[in-house]
């Protein structure tokens, strides 16, 4: 009985077996039939919408409308230059759309190599070329020592271009430039599914998938179903890899808005407890937050006396989403890191830097830094060209060997920069103290100078001062020049006779200028100023040298404090 029931269940099962595989078999044979085949004779069918221009295809039926076998009467497998050159597209959307129809029947992806704006930032021009243009550096072709596998190599200097530019006058773009001949061979129909440009979910097929995915079906599964949709893989238009990176994509947007949301109210709650905080934020066309900004009274305040060198540091990376996080920062007079101002961004282009940069100074009154200290990224020295291009930019290089990582979320990276900014500021505090309440040892050969020096800086800047102090013993004063109401003062070092510096004294004004610029550098009187100093018998550093950033009452020698700009309590502004 038993044996009777399993010998009818598997021959049930392969029944089943059997006829899903007639079933695949009729599959495919149809969708063999119906497989697209480009070189074929022009077909007598209405085009399925008409290009409003002088460049007019028709259309045959495909599922992603991209099937364009004719333009301008003639097949594009035959277009040449001279064909192409000189036709005018209505817009720069038409022409990018005539190139990537011709790529794909072509068999060949494409990238944007070029492209420029005018001043107003539209566009006025854009250059494509075929994906297999160029060739690999030769640095990575002859690196010996790898950790993985290398890539293959696919770039072999193939020609093939297109490019347009805008005809302002008819507001058309005309095409300049049509290379068809490429140096490789081009992929077949049923290749397509793999070049790179070609490789796109639609937003229908988007929709339907998170659908899916959200009442539990397998990623895989997914895309079994859009391949049998579609009739096969080659008809399909993206891979399974495009599918899960596109789903990935959706959900982390999703926790970005919530993220976004986090971030946004906990600053709000700030603003609540901190009248002259500042933020600002800009939104994508997806309505989602974009660009974020923020400084709080203190940065703002402390903007206002040690502002003159911005130090502006992009190395850190939040991972989780891809923002790259920039932080705006200072010196303060203990020679210490003073925060100026933080900004979470969306990407780094010169309009992004721009924006930063902009946003920066209206949090700061407009006050504009002397000096701004970067990493050398290229697109923010365009940008600090273009909105403080009057400002020295110089380069570091601890930040050109380093770059910090953060897998954290965008509410909280927020708040870990709120408590990093708490330990910074509190040892400032301690700083403050230790000015305060305690006094240093005089130690040096001038004590007078010294006993000035240390009632006048703070105790860190102190110790740099003391150094020149012990290091003007060294010098020499080989002679004293005086030319009208200038004095000129030659100095040698001890054994060292070859090597000079020429200190300058200017009566009138009581000013004073050294060759080795020290004080114009870093704004400490040097050991050459020193030493003339105390061939001079004076018991004090003269006024003119002493840079009142670095003092311990910086805040109140500070003579036109700009005020705070005024806000409502709605900080949270959008650009």
């Known amino acids: 009985m038993l044996f009777s029931l399993l010998l009818k269940r598997v021959v049930l099962f392969n029944l089943l077996k059997l006829i899903l595989i007639v079933?695949?078999?009729?599959?495919?044979?149809?969708?063999?039939?119906?497989?697209?085949?480009?070189?074929?004779?022009?077909?007598?069918?209405?085009?399925?919408?008409?290009?409003?221009?002088?460049?007019?295809?028709?259309?045959?039926?495909g599922r992603d409308g991209s099937n364009s076998i004719y333009w301008d009467d003639k097949s594009m497998y035959e277009l040449t230059a001279e064909d192409v050159i000189g036709k005018r597209f209505a817009s720069l959307e038409e022409a990018t759309d005539f190139y990537k129809k011709y790529s794909k029947i072509m068999g060949f992806s494409v990238r944007i190599y070029d492209g420029r704006r005018d001043t107003n930032g539209a566009p006025i021009m854009k250059h494509?070329?075929?994906?297999?243009?160029?060739?690999?550096?030769?640095?990575?072709?002859?690196?010996?020592?790898?950790?993985?596998?290398?890539?293959?190599?696919?770039?072999?200097n193939c020609r093939a271009a297109f490019r347009v530019?805008?005809?302002?006058?008819?507001?058309?773009?005309?095409?300049?430039?049509?290379?068809?001949?490429?140096?490789?061979?081009?992929?077949?129909?049923?290749?397509?599914?793999?070049?790179?440009?070609?490789?796109?979910?639609?937003?229908?097929?988007?929709?339907?998938?998170?659908?899916?995915?959200?009442?539990?079906?397998?990623?895989?599964?997914?895309?079994?179903?859009?391949?049998?949709?579609?009739?096969?893989?080659?008809?399909?238009?993206?891979?399974?890899?495009?599918?899960?990176?596109?789903?990935?994509?959706?959900?982390?947007?999703?926790?970005?808005?919530?993220?976004?949301?986090?971030?946004?109210?906990?600053?709000?709650?700030?603003?609540?407890?901190?009248?002259?905080?500042?933020?600002?934020y800009s939104i994508d066309e997806e309505n989602r937050l974009a660009n974020l900004f923020w400084a709080d009274s203190i940065a703002r305040l402390d903007y206002s006396y040690f502002g003159d060198v911005l130090a502006f540091d992009s190395t850190y990376k939040t991972n989780e989403y891809g923002k790259p996080l920039v932080i705006l920062l200072g010196v303060n007079n203990h020679y210490a890191t003073s925060f100026f101002g933080c900004a979470i961004l969306t990407d780094e282009t010169v309009e992004t830097y721009t924006w930063v940069l902009k946003t920066f100074l209206c949090a700061m009154n407009n006050r504009k830094p002397i000096?701004?200290?970067?990493?050398?990224?290229?697109?923010?020295?365009?940008?600090?060209?273009?909105?403080?291009?009057?400002?020295?930019?110089?380069?570091?290089?601890?930040?050109?060997?380093?770059?910090?990582?953060?897998?954290?979320?965008?509410?909280?990276?927020?708040?870990?920069?709120?408590?990093?900014?708490?330990?910074?500021?509190?040892?400032?505090?301690?700083?403050?103290?230790?000015?305060?309440?305690?006094?240093?040892?005089?130690?040096?050969?001038?004590?007078s100078l010294e006993k000035h020096a240390a009632g006048v800086y703070t105790q860190k800047l102190f110790y740099k001062v003391r150094k020149q102090i012990y290091k003007e013993g060294q010098f020499i004063l080989l002679s004293n020049v005086t030319l009208l109401d200038i004095q000129v003062y030659t100095l040698t070092r001890h054994l060292e006779a070859k090597k000079k510096w020429t200190v300058v004294y200017y009566l009138k004004e009581q000013h004073f200028e050294c060759s080795c610029k020290k004080f114009e550098s870093i704004g400490i009187p040097c050991s050459h100023l020193f030493c003339v100093m105390k061939h001079m018998h004076v018991s004090e550093i003269p006024a003119s040298l002493i840079n009142k950033r670095w003092t311990m009452d910086v805040k109140v020698y500070k003579q036109s404090l700009m005020p705070l700009e005024s806000q409502s309590k709605d900080v949270l502004n959008i650009y």
Not at 142 to 147: D, S
Not at 410 to 437: P, S, W, Y
């Open 371 to 447: 000096s701004i200290v970067t990493d050398g990224d290229r697109a923010m020295r365009k940008a600090i060209k273009k909105v403080v291009p009057e400002a020295r930019h110089r380069l570091c290089i601890w930040n050109l060997q380093r770059n910090a990582q953060s897998n954290l979320k965008l509410h909280e990276f927020v708040r870990q920069i709120d408590r990093a900014l708490r330990r910074t500021r509190n040892n400032n505090l301690g700083h403050n103290f230790k000015t305060k309440h305690s006094i240093p040892m005089i130690s040096t050969h001038l004590p």
């Open 165 to 280: 530019n805008l005809d302002k006058e008819s507001k058309t773009w005309v095409a300049r430039s049509f290379v068809p001949k490429h140096s490789h061979e081009l992929a077949s129909d049923f290749e397509t599914q793999f070049l790179r440009s070609h490789r796109m979910v639609k937003d229908s097929d988007n929709a339907l998938a998170n659908s899916m995915q959200t009442v539990g079906i397998k990623t895989s599964q997914i895309m079994d179903f859009f391949v049998n949709q579609a009739g096969g893989y080659d008809n399909l238009g993206f891979g399974l890899k495009d599918l899960y990176n596109n789903l990935d994509n959706k959900r982390r947007s999703m926790i970005l808005e919530t993220d976004s949301e986090a971030a946004l109210a906990y600053l709000n709650a700030k603003a609540d407890m901190d009248p002259d905080f500042f933020c600002k």
């Open 23 to 61: 079933s695949i078999i009729i599959n495919r044979l149809l969708s063999s039939s119906n497989k697209k085949n480009y070189k074929v004779p022009k077909l007598d069918v209405p085009s399925s919408y008409d290009i409003p221009s002088t460049a007019q295809a028709e259309i045959q039926s």
């Open 128 to 156: 494509w070329v075929c994906s297999r243009e160029g060739e690999r550096d030769k640095k990575y072709i002859e690196h010996t020592n790898r950790i993985r596998e290398p890539k293959a190599i696919t770039r072999v």
